[in-house]
T-cell receptor
Framework: GAVVSQHPSRVICKSGTSVKIECRSLDFQATTMFWYRQFPKQSLMLMATSNEGSKATYEQGVEKDKFLINHASLTLSTLTVTSAHPEDSSFYIC???????????????FGPGTRLTVT | GDSVTQMEGPVTLSEEACLTINCTYTATGYPSLFWYVQYPGEGLQLLLKATKADDKGSNKGFEATYRKETTSFHLEKGSVQVSDSAVYFCALRGTGRRALTFGSGTRLQVQP
């Protein structure tokens, strides 16, 4: 089946530094990738949607200058948390959407998530 | 906007017990409905889905029926196993939307 990987799985960084999280679709081409954020015991909150080669579309309330998303290829998207602060500590999950051409029900596949802790 | 509400957990059951996890939604138009499962240390996996009213999604003994009149998509299984222990997320994709809207997740713990 389709596999989405994320790296790193866990990262601890100091306040003020930047952290990059990679999301890769391993065996399919992802026309669209999504980045979610999950707080403890809460649902996944969509941060942004990106298509390969174009700028990401951010959800209301998400700072685009703080959460930089690059979707450089059909198999790779990166999320960079710039000038991280403790309130950015969270679980970040990426998702890639791909399927057979012409399908109206492209499946969405999820990475295992990245736990970010900012000290 | 779209929203999904599901019962809080954890839900603790003995093996072979019946399971129901409630899920209700708010959305305009005709959303597609999904249940995802997340096993420890793994990413979310699609468990089942339904794309129109009265459709029943099923997989691995789990079932859920798209009830438009009650805006619900409850997850059911007649006999749970220890291996079913995981977090279950109800989700919807609104009409014309690419992204999913998730419920808060329900942790299921099945004891031998």
């Amino acid at each position: 089946g389709a596999v989405v990987s994320q790296h790193p799985s866990r990262v601890i960084c100091k306040s003020g530094t930047s952290v990059k999280i990679e999301c890769r679709s391993l065996d399919f081409q992802a026309t669209t990738m999504f980045w979610y954020r999950q707080f403890p015991k809460q649902s996944l909150m969509l941060m942004a949607t990106s298509n390969e080669g174009s700028k990401a579309t951010y959800e209301q309330g998400v700072e685009k200058d703080k959460f930089l998303i690059n979707h450089a290829s059909l198999t790779l998207s990166t999320l960079t948390v710039t000038s991280a602060h403790p309130e950015d500590s969270s679980f970040y999950i990426c998702s890639a959407r791909g399927g057979t051409s012409g399908s109206s029900s492209y499946e969405q596949y999820f990475g295992p998530g990245t736990r970010l802790t900012v000290t | 906007g779209d929203s999904v509400t599901q019962m809080e957990g954890p839900v603790t059951l003995s093996e072979e017990a019946c399971l129901t996890i409630n899920c209700t939604y708010t959305a305009t138009g005709y959303p597609s409905l999904f249940w995802y499962v997340q096993y420890p240390g793994e990413g979310l996996q699609l468990l089942l889905k339904a794309t129109k009213a009265d459709d029943k999604g099923s997989n691995k003994g789990f079932e859920a029926t798209y009830r438009k009149e009650t805006t619900s998509f409850h997850l059911e299984k007649g006999s749970v196993q220890v291996s079913d222990s995981a977090v279950y997320f109800c989700a919807l994709r609104g009409t014309g939307r690419r992204a999913l809207t998730f419920g808060s997740g329900t942790r299921l713990q099945v004891q031998p």
